[in-house]
């Protein structure tokens, strides 16, 4: 059929050059929403946002809807099948088989069988219309509430009802356009309750394991609608999410409420590491800041990271070392918190986004041109 | 045989009647045409190399202004020998070369692009936005410390593998170009720009600091390169005029035989330049192989007139009527020689290219004239000097003293040999045809195919292809788009979906385009995070991320837009397999919002060529070997004397091409007319060996009686006329320019070949195709009627 199919348009084409040419055939690129991602060799040779290691296997998260996962610690890798091609760029797994990838138009994909095939739960039109559906439910509250409210709490909600109002008129006027705002962070708990978040302030929380999403921004406050790219859980159950601006949220009740700190540092935060210690966390982005906070956040202590290359992903080693890995191929890290951190910046300059500890002084760095095997430092072999 | 004879016709004696007047015409005119071929100009003009009716090229030329900015450009790489770039001495030098670029003219100055232009710049995000400042630190002054300052900005810019070599041994002066000058309107000189290059920039500066070393690459350098090698032909011309008159000399042992021709097929070039010149033609590097052949054509023609003149003075006449003999005996066969070399190099029409097709001209006018002075003014000389007594002793002692060689050589005709000479020819044949299976079309190698692989150019070339992030061979995809949207979202998104295909393909290494520089710069404004690295859909992001874009990537009304496809090779079947791709990929998506057209680029130039090529030359095989066929059927009204004489002409078709496999020659432009004029002037030997074969079997001889007295007769000047021939083009093979050298190793094959198959495969073929009894018969009762 294919066939008789193809041969059948070659013929037409051949009889109509002429009228090939006065009107072309009006078939459109299709959607990246719609396009399945491509099985290509390339997908490890090509950028890479971030990984996830399950232990027995890794999964790692790209550009143009590639998923990869390897069984023998980054060695050989094997394509996902993904119903998009958008750009993926955050990962998540709530059990070893129960994971969740985001990305671009608001896409959000579930895979029940351990990261080996995916099916779309939530995209940017449904989140808007989430989104807008609860914010109009918050403002018809918010005057409600503005009425009943005594006269010097009236300017403060007036504000805060200024805000939705503006926030909502963005998220119209982007409806408009399509699902233009990408997800950037996954937090998933279990196979049932995550988080999704990412462009201006967008978040949704789904207690079903995505079969339904809520709008959680009004639980944050993120008036300005600052991007949310990072989200992590601490020992002893505490829940960080760290964005653009310095922006650090944290939930001690599992994600209900939210309660925004006072930022050590204004510029962008690009992740967030747990330790071992309860309520203990180290954040880091721009320009080599870095972070640490025993506390859930109340107090921080700056932490000189030696370096000006911009930071997106971290992890402790076993023998309490940190490695970090950022922008213009740098490589930041420590043997122990009595070691200053060295920065090596790789030869081929590459940026990178994600690392995974493959074994005893073994990194898988990903980046701007896929993956590859370092030592600790981040050296090749 | 010896009274003069009488019969005199009307041309014969309109000539020699009237041969002062003739003479004095010939020298005015000499004078004329001489004075307008030394003035004739070198003229390597791109268009004229190209396939222009192909519709690739077509599309090319329609949207030239608009990629007017992609394409010309040169890079000036300067390479410390010792250390790094890092030095003060190294600065300096750089700086005063890229000052010396600047007002080169020709130089587009507002882009000129070098660690010291203002223009390289380094950017890092900040808390509060961005950062930067030119790579050349502020207050630059040569320390250790601003050095290491300009190594820091080096690494914060995105220029290593750009303008800096990844090893920091070099760093690059970009010089895009004018293809006509803003100030004067005069087009760009490439030789006279390639010259300043060389004189101001690379000898200047590699004197001036010796631990430099400089390359240069570009369209223009590589044309004025060729103009270079176009000027080398001339000492060329002087190594064969030498060596065929040294040649010419011993085959005749008679100074006025050997000066006379020599002279007339001089006079026959400098009219064909002239004439050329007076038509409005330049010397581009293929017509500039031309006078060679009408050369060696005018000598080998012009040995048939001493030789017929030392026989006649042999037998007593005066100059003047031994000339006139000789003329008398060769006008007719002499035209019709020549007329089927034009018919030959007609058929390089049916090639779609205007250099071929301008070949085809030249020589055709080239084989015109050589019927006027080597068959009208060189028996008219001759008829005032004569034959010297040495040439005319020469002839009288030759004829004994060769019989025993031409004895042993006419068995070739003989029952036994033949059939062996049929088999080894069968044995070729098959090896020919087994190794012919790997021929390619296009061009092979490795940079810059006109230029030898040793060339200057081709070593800077790969230079720069090995420190630095590029590639040679450029496929360039025009997307063509209404006015001011080819940024829409939807033609990034299909130019993405279009650079993904092929970038799944083997054979390709890269691709650019705007959607390229949307999603970096993207990223860029969004503090840099790669999470952000994709086409947003909101078209003011898009359109603020392509504000800064490389002007070649856009048009002026934002209309048009390339999608560059690097690959790894220029092979044919690299070259068909992707520009196959992408036309699948334009019939399905093309629309109003956005037209994938095919193709300019390197590659994409390579790619309409070999199409034309391939589609070319089995048209033209059939068309030449039909016209020499019919010639040869007209002149013999026989199919066995087309056999016999076609049939060798095929098997040095076929073993040339399996030489041209094994050697690596492509199928191309340049190599394709070689066909047409290998057979059509090849064919000559076997018309000169046939027409005296019949003639002595209707004499009553035997095969081989009749073979021996052909050979004796006109065996030598046959086998005189393949090593002049072979002589004309075989200096070519030590040109500069790789094409050139092509055509002259396969010129001077098949001109050698095609001489050794008439002498040696056609009286073999001879043997099993004629009947002496039956072709007398047959003449007999023709003569009856």
């Known amino acids: 059929m294919a066939k008789w199919l193809t041969r059948k348009t070659i013929g037409a084409i051949c009889l109509g050059v002429s009228l090939a040419a006065a009107a072309p055939s009006a078939i459109a690129v299709e959607d990246v929403l719609v396009k399945p991602a491509r099985d290509t060799d390339l997908a490890t040779q090509n950028l890479l946002n971030d990984a996830v290691d399950l232990g027995e296997r890794i999964v790692a998260v790209g550009e143009r809807g590639h998923i990869v996962y390897s069984d023998d610690r980054g060695e050989t890798w094997s394509q996902a099948e993904v119903p998009v091609s958008v750009t993926l760029t955050a990962v998540d797994f709530g059990t070893p088989r129960h994971g969740w990838a985001v990305g671009h138009s608001g896409a959000v994909l579930h895979s029940s069988d351990a990261g080996e095939t995916w099916q779309l739960q939530l995209d940017g039109v449904e989140a808007a219309r989430i989104a807008i559906a609860a914010k109009e439910e918050r403002a018809v509250a918010l005057e409600e509430q503005i009425e009943d409210a005594p006269v010097e709490d009236k300017g403060d909600l007036e504000w805060a009802l200024d805000d939705l109002m503006f926030s909502l008129e963005n998220l119209e006027s982007d409806l408009e356009v399509g699902p233009v705002n990408p997800m950037l962070s996954v937090w998933f708990e279990n196979d049932s309750h995550g988080f999704v978040m990412g462009a201006y302030g967008m978040i949704f929380r789904t207690r079903d394991g995505g079969d339904t999403w809520q709008d959680w921004s009004g639980e944050l406050a993120n008036p300005q609608g600052f991007h949310l790219n990072a989200m992590t859980a601490l020992k002893g159950g505490g829940l960080v999410i760290v964005g653009e601006a310095g922006f650090i949220t944290v939930s001690d009740d599992n994600g209900d409420t939210w309660e925004l700190r006072e930022s050590p540092y204004p510029g962008s935060l690009f992740g967030v590491l747990d330790t071992d210690n309860p309520d203990e966390m180290m954040v880091f982005g721009l320009r080599g800041n870095l972070l640490i906070s025993s506390d859930l956040g109340e107090r921080w202590q700056t932490i000189a990271s030696n370096s000006t290359a911009t930071l997106n992903a971290g992890a402790f080693t076993d023998s309490g070392g940190v490695i970090l890995v950022g922008n213009g191929g740098a490589v930041v890290s420590r043997a122990s918190d009595k070691h200053p951190f060295e920065t090596y910046f790789r030869s081929d300059r590459d940026g990178l986004t994600s690392l995974v500890l493959v074994g005893p002084e073994r990194l898988l760095l990903l980046g701007e041109n896929g993956v590859v095997h370092t030592n600790a430092a981040g050296k090749n072999f | 045989m010896s009274n003069p004879p009488t019969s005199e016709p009307l041309l014969e004696r309109l000539i020699f009647n009237n041969r002062t007047i003739i003479l004095i015409g010939f020298l005015i005119l000499t004078l004329f045409l001489g004075y307008n071929a030394v003035k004739i100009q070198p003229d390597a003009s791109f268009e004229r190399m190209i396939p222009l009716e192909h519709p690739y090229i077509v599309n090319m030329l329609e949207h030239r202004d608009d990629l007017e900015n992609l394409g010309n ?10 250390g790094d770039i890092f030095t003060q001495e190294y600065m300096q030098t750089l700086k005063e070369i890229t000052d010396e670029v600047f007002y080169l003219s020709g130089v587009d100055r507002s882009g000129l692009k070098s660690l010291w232009t203002p223009n390289v710049r380094w950017v890092e995000v900040t808390e509060q936005g961005f950062q930067g400042g030119t790579v050349i630190p502020d207050n630059y002054d040569g320390s250790r410390e601003k050095l290491e300052e300009l190594r820091q900005n080096i690494l914060r810019s995105s220029e290593v593998g750009r303008l800096v070599a990844d090893n920091f041994k070099s760093t690059v002066v970009f010089a895009p170009l004018y293809e006509t000058n803003p100030e004067t309107g005069e087009p760009l000189d490439y030789g006279a720009f390639s010259k300043e290059l060389e004189e101001k920039i690379r000898q200047k500066y590699e004197q001036s600091n010796p631990n430099i070393d400089i390359h240069i690459v570009g369209f223009a350098k590589k044309v004025g390169d060729l103009i270079e090698g176009i000027g080398s032909i001339a000492y060329f011309a002087g190594i064969t005029i030498l060596l065929t008159t040294l040649l010419l000399f011993w085959y005749s042992r008679c100074v006025a035989g050997t000066l006379v021709p020599v002279f007339s097929s001089i006079v026959a070039v400098f009219w064909q330049l002239g004439i050329l010149r007076l038509l409005g033609y330049g010397l581009d590097p293929y017509s500039v192989l031309v006078p060679f052949l009408v050369f060696a054509i005018g000598i080998s023609h012009g040995v048939q007139v001493v030789n017929a003149m030392a026989i006649e003075a ?60 080597n068959l009208v003014l060189h028996p008219l000389i001759m008829s005032h000097i004569g034959i010297t007594k040495g040439g005319i002793r020469h002839v009288q002692n030759h004829g004994e003293k060769q019989d025993r060689k031409w004895r042993l050589m006419s068995n070739f005709a003989n029952p036994k040999v033949a059939p062996i000479s049929l088999l080894i020819a069968t044995l070729g044949l098959g090896t020919g045809l087994y190794f012919k299976q790997d021929i390619k079309v296009g061009d092979l190698d490795e940079g810059a195919p006109e230029l030898r692989a040793d060339s200057r150019y081709n070593k800077d070339n790969a230079f720069l292809i090995d420190n630095y992030s590029t590639s040679a061979d450029v496929l360039v995809v025009m997307v063509k788009t209404p006015v001011e949207q080819c940024a829409q979202y939807d033609v990034l998104m299909a130019m993405d979906s279009l650079q993904w295909e092929l970038q799944n393909m083997p054979g390709v290494q890269s691709s650019a385009s705007l959607a390229n520089v949307s999603k970096v710069v993207t990223k860029a404004l969004n503090e840099g995070n790669w999470k952000w690295y994709s086409i947003s859909r909101n078209q003011t992001i898009i359109n603020a991320s392509i504000r800064d874009a490389p002007s070649g990537l856009i048009n002026t009304d934002c209309s048009l837009t390339p999608v560059l496809v690097f690959l790894e090779d220029h092979k044919a079947e690299t070259l068909e397999t992707v520009v196959a791709r992408v036309e699948e990929f334009s019939d399905k998506y093309s629309n109003e919002q956005h037209e994938f057209l095919l193709a300019a680029g390197n590659a994409g130039v390579e790619a309409a060529t070999n199409e034309v090529i391939s589609s070319a030359k089995n048209m033209m095989l059939v068309f030449v070997y039909g016209v020499v066929s019919i010639l040869c059927f007209l002149s013999f009204r026989s199919i066995r004397a087309v056999v016999c004489i076609v049939v060798p002409l095929g098997l040095t078709s076929v073993l040339c091409e399996a030489i041209m496999a094994v050697s690596g020659i492509g199928i191309k432009v340049a190599t394709l007319p070689v066909i047409a004029l290998g057979v059509g002037i090849g064919v000559d030997y076997g018309i000169y060996i046939y027409a005296k074969l019949e003639r002595f079997i209707l004499d009553g001889m035997s095969l081989q009686e009749a073979y021996f007295e052909t050979l004796r007769s006109t065996g030598k000047a046959v086998m005189f006329t393949g090593v002049t021939l072979g002589l004309g083009v075989v200096t070519w093979i030590f040109s500069p320019i790789k094409f050139q050298a092509d055509m002259g190793f396969l010129l001077f094959f098949m001109f050698l070949w095609n001489m050794i198959g008439a002498i040696w495969l056609l009286p073999a073929l001879a043997r099993f195709l004629l009947q002496p009894e039956k072709m007398r018969a047959r003449a007999a009762a023709k003569a009856a009627k």
Do not use: H, N
């Not at chain 2, 450009?73 to 010792?82: G, S, T, Y």
């Not at chain 2, 003047?320 to 058929?347: C, E, H, K, N, W």
């Open chain 2, 314 to 373: 042999a037998k007593g006449f005066d100059p003047m009527m031994a000339a006139r003999l000789a003329f008398r005996a060769l006008y007719i066969p002499g035209i019709l020689a020549l007329v089927s070399d034009a018919f030959g190099f007609l058929t390089l029409l049916f090639i779609e290219v205007d250099v071929i097709k301008d070949l085809a001209v030249a020589a055709g006018l080239g084989v015109a004239i050589v019927i006027i002075t």
């Open chain 2, 73 to 82: 450009f040169v890079r000036i790489a300067v390479e410390a020998k010792e």
